[in-house]
C-alpha cells in the first residue's frame, strides 16, 4: 500500500516564476493538506482540501492555490514566486479530519 | 489561539540514556496531540497521538507520551536511546472538527556513540 507521494522531489524556480506541486494521498483517504515547512521551522498550514473544495486554509496569501481532482489527488501552485517561497511543501492525507500521514515533500529553491 | 512550544531547541545525549522532549501547548478544550518525527531531508513520520482516555500513550520505536492536562503538556519519553533516533521531533495539535494541525519549531536530537 502506497502512502503519500509527492512530485517532484526538488525544484529550483526563480523570482516571479510559477510552480506546481503535485501530492497523491494514501489510498483510501479523501483529504489532502498542505503544509510549508521553512528551514529550522516547524510546518505551517496552508490550506486543505476535501471533496474538491478548500475547507480551511492558514495565513497565506492568495499566490498559494490549490486544487483537489475526483481521484482525491491534490496540487498547490505557487504565483509569482518570492525567495521567501523557499521551504519544503509537504503533502498530509487524511480520511476526513482523521489522522493526517505526511509525505517526504517537494524541496522548492527560489533564487 | 492554539499554539505548541517546543522550548529546547537541541538535545544532545549518550546512547543508551533516557530522553524526554517537552512539548507546551495553549488551547482551551481537550486537544489531540502527536509526535512526529522527521529524518533529514524526509517527511514526518507519526510516532504516536493521543485523542482521549489513557493519559499514558504508547508509540512506535519505544516511544511514549504522557498527556498532562493540569501541566498543558505532551512530553515525549524513550528510556533507552538508540544512534538511529538522531533526527528532528515536532509536537502537534488538532482539535475536533479542525482541520489543521500547528506545530511547535521542533527538537534536534543528537546522539553521542
Known amino acids: 500500500d502506497a502512502g503519500v507521494t509527492q512530485s517532484p522531489t526538488h525544484l529550483i524556480k526563480t523570482r516571479g516564476q510559477q510552480v506546481t506541486l503535485r501530492c497523491s494521498p494514501k489510498?483510501?483517504?479523501?483529504?489532502v493538506s498542505w503544509y510549508q515547512q521553512a528551514l529550522g521551522q516547524g510546518p505551517q498550514f496552508i490550506f486543505q482540501?476535501?471533496?474538491?473544495?478548500?475547507?480551511q486554509r492558514g495565513n497565506f496569501p492568495d499566490r498559494f492555490s490549490g486544487h483537489q481532482f475526483p481521484n482525491y489527488s491534490s496540487e498547490l501552485n505557487v504565483n509569482a514566486l518570492l525567495l521567501g517561497d523557499s521551504a519544503l511543501y509537504l503533502c498530509?492525507?487524511?480520511?476526513?479530519?482523521?489522522?493526517?500521514?505526511f509525505g517526504a515533500g517537494t524541496r522548492l529553491s527560489v533564487l | 489561539a492554539q499554539s505548541v512550544t517546543q522550548p529546547d531547541i537541541h538535545i544532545t545525549v549518550s546512547e543508551g540514556a533516557s530522553l524526554e522532549l517537552r512539548c507546551n501547548y495553549s488551547?482551551?478544550?481537550?486537544?489531540?496531540l502527536f509526535w512526529y518525527v522527521q529524518s533529514p531531508g524526509q517527511g514526518l513520520q507519526l510516532l504516536l497521538k493521543?485523542?482521549?482516555?489513557?493519559?499514558l500513550v504508547q508509540g512506535i520505536k519505544g516511544f511514549e507520551a504522557e498527556f498532562k492536562r493540569s501541566q498543558s503538556s505532551f512530553n515525549l519519553r524513550k528510556p533507552s536511546v538508540h544512534w538511529s533516533d538522531a533526527a528532528e521531533y515536532f509536537c502537534?495539535?488538532?482539535?475536533?472538527?479542525?482541520?489543521?494541525?500547528?506545530f511547535g519549531t521542533g527538537t534536534r536530537l543528537k546522539v553521542l556513540a
Open positions: 502537534a495539535v488538532g482539535t475536533s472538527g479542525t482541520y489543521k494541525y500547528i
Open positions: 498530509a492525507s487524511s480520511l476526513e479530519t482523521d489522522i493526517q500521514y
Open positions: 489510498s483510501g483517504h479523501d483529504t
Open positions: 493521543y485523542f482521549s482516555g489513557d493519559t
Open positions: 488551547y482551551g478544550a481537550t486537544p489531540y
Open positions: 482540501y476535501y471533496e474538491e473544495e478548500e475547507r
